[in-house]
Nanobody
Framework: QVQLVASGGGLVQPGGSLRLSCAASGFNLGASAIAWFRQAPGKGRERISCITDSGGTTAYADSVKGRFTISKDNAKNTVYLQMNSLKPEDTAVYFC????????????????WGQGTQVTVSS
């Protein structure tokens, strides 16, 4: 079955960096777009980035543009989210998701979800 396992979260100081990983199994990552979402306490889930099947097209929310970079290694069945210049407002649980389409979808159309990894940005 489709499985997504997010990892790499932790506690980091403002201005620091983290790299999240999303390990995919049970489907062809090379034929699937993957999105990263986050959910802060008391807030709704926000799609922050997406990458298409080949990795040739990426998209970012304005809140992370220029600071976060999404990438994928289809040979390793893994998608990454490099997060730089982290801010306290980046504190959230981060999830990876797919609907097994080759292209990115609207935020409410994702079907499969990983368990999430906590990112806390604090001094």
């Amino acid at each position: 079955q489709v499985q997504l396992v997010a990892s790499g979260g932790g506690l980091v100081q403002p201005g620091g960096s983290l790299r999240l990983s999303c390990a995919a199994s049970g489907f062809n990552l090379g034929a699937s777009a993957i999105a990263w979402f986050r959910q802060a306490p008391g807030k709704g889930r926000e799609r922050i980035s997406c990458i298409t099947d080949s990795g040739g097209t990426t998209a970012y929310a304005d809140s992370v543009k220029g600071r976060f970079t999404i990438s994928k290694d289809n040979a390793k069945n893994t998608v990454y989210l490099q997060m730089n210049s982290l801010k306290p407002e980046d504190t959230a649980v981060y999830f990876c998701s797919t609907s097994l389409t080759s292209y990115c979808l609207g935020s409410d159309r994702y079907r499969y979800w990983g368990q999430g990894t906590q990112v806390t940005v604090s001094s």
